[in-house]
């Protein structure tokens, strides 16, 4: 591109000809613009103006500051995504999803759920759902004055209480390693992800208050079955996050509660009792299956009324025949014994495969969640490339993590679905993939590389 091209006198004219300039095709993702004060020069304006442009620009996602790098043209980056790989015939241990044998048949329910039809202008939230949920966090949240929303799953949860409270380039506090559709959801938005590093007992206290000092305006947490680590907060570090956040009442916390009616462990929360803004999200796609598309978010009064201007009746709304049958189900005894004995087959299947691990010199530990999060001696990815050659796709702790670090040593399998052969034969394979790593570390380099 020729730099002449840019043209303007104010911030809104030269922010409109990068713009058009993208457009065209004639900036591409990663095109790095000119310095500001070599543009201002160049096109007689004070140095303010063209840094207003360039702030203008990277509020609407077309550029990216990056710092001694300068700024850049910005892009749709690539971000890995949970479910099945396409197209592979390796049999694939990571693919994050639940057992659908153990998802509850709907068919029974769905005569219940059919009604009278809902027309514009009537309440977004099926009344039966909302109080069935009111009283289902009542318990974990004592406001009062809590408030109850119906999102189309967990990730619309996110996207529009971000949405609500953030600008493009504000800064969130995400844990690291983190769940992939929050990476997703954060990148896709513009906002800044800043990492908060994770241990056996959730987000480190150091890590959150190093967030809250970079100036973080929301907070995503796992409180349990923390994906991919399958941490769990105790509630130690849950009362010493409290009383860090207790100085930050506004910052928004975020509890992403997905794993909520199948999780072996109890809830502890972020959210304490004079925090401002928050939102507990509990979706029902672990227990219900990934198609039944509804999150409820439990928030404060101001975040529910933010949130009722992005669900508009007819256009964002969730259908109250899906609300309806979400109701009739966890309100049926039979099926809330099934997702009780789901939740402990998960954990059973997850601690029986980590003792064979263990059998064969490789540690694991079955924390709570869907995976089995595996530290290996050596690198993932050299692991994985062995594994792959034995018939086996499995997930790296690569894909994870958010800050720039060494490569990860880390696997998250799902294991639950397999047969007991299967379990012994991949078992056998991970231990010979390791060894076969540490014995032979230059040759796998020579065929990473």
């Avoid at 790095?32 to 620009?57: D, H, I, K």
């Avoid at 506004?250 to 109890?266: C, G, K």
Wanted: glycine share 8%; hydrophobic share 45%; net charge negative.
């Amino acid at each position: 591109m020729d730099e002449q091209s840019i043209t303007g006198t104010t911030a809104a004219e030269i922010a409109a000809s990068v713009r058009a300039l993208h457009e065209r095709g004639e900036l591409r993702r990663g095109d790095a613009l000119p310095p500001v004060r070599e543009l201002a020069g160049r096109l007689g304006v004070n140095r303010n103006t063209a840094v207003a442009a360039y702030r203008l620009l990277a509020q609407a996602g077309v550029v990216v500051a990056r710092g001694r790098a300068g700024t850049v043209i910005a892009g749709v980056e690539a971000v890995a995504q949970e479910g099945y790989a396409p197209d592979s015939v390796l049999r694939d241990v990571g693919t994050g999803n639940p057992d659908p044998r153990r998802i509850p048949d709907p068919s029974r329910a769905l005569a219940g759920a059919i009604g009278r039809p809902v027309l514009y202008g009537e309440p977004v939230i099926d009344p039966g759902l909302e109080a069935w949920a009111r009283a289902w966090v009542r318990r974990d949240l004592p406001d009062p004055e809590v408030r109850i929303t119906v999102t189309s799953g967990a990730v619309d949860a996110v996207e529009r209480l971000l949405a609500q409270a953030l600008l493009r380039d504000d800064a969130i506090a995400l844990e690291d390693p983190c769940f992939l559709a929050s990476i997703h959801t954060v990148r896709h938005g513009g906002y800044r992800a800043v990492p908060v590093p994770v241990d056996d007992e959730g987000m480190t206290v150091e890590g959150l208050r190093a967030a809250l000092d970079a100036g973080v305006r929301a907070i995503i947490c796992t409180p349990r079955a923390q994906n991919p680590t399958g941490a769990t907060l105790s509630p130690a570090r849950a009362g010493a996050l409290r009383a860090l956040l207790a100085d930050h009442p506004y910052v928004l916390v975020i509890e992403d509660d997905h794993f909520s009616m199948l999780s072996q462990r109890p809830y502890e929360t972020l959210i304490g009792p004079g925090h401002r803004r928050y939102a507990l999200v509990r979706s029902v796609s672990k227990f219900l299956g990934p198609d039944m598309c509804v999150a409820l978010a439990a928030t404060d009064p101001e975040t529910a009324e933010r949130l009722a201007f992005r669900l508009s009746p007819g256009t964002t709304w969730v259908s109250h025949i899906l609300q309806r049958l979400v109701h009739t189900q966890l309100t049926d005894a039979a099926t809330l014994e099934a997702i009780s004995d789901s939740g402990a087959h998960y954990a059973e299947r997850n601690a029986d495969f980590a003792a064979r691990l263990a059998e064969r010199g490789l540690p694991a530990t079955a924390a709570d969640g869907l995976n089995l999060w595996l530290e290996l001696p050596v690198e993932a990815r050299a692991v994985a490339d062995r594994l792959m050659r034995r018939g086996w796709l499995a997930r790296t702790g690569d894909e994870f993590l958010l800050a720039d670090a060494a490569p990860s040593h880390h696997l998250r399998l799902t294991v639950h679905d397999l047969t007991a052969d299967e379990a012994e034969r991949l078992a056998d394979d991970l231990a010979d993939a390791a060894t076969g790593v540490r014995r032979h570390p230059v040759r796998n380099e020579r065929i990473e590389g």
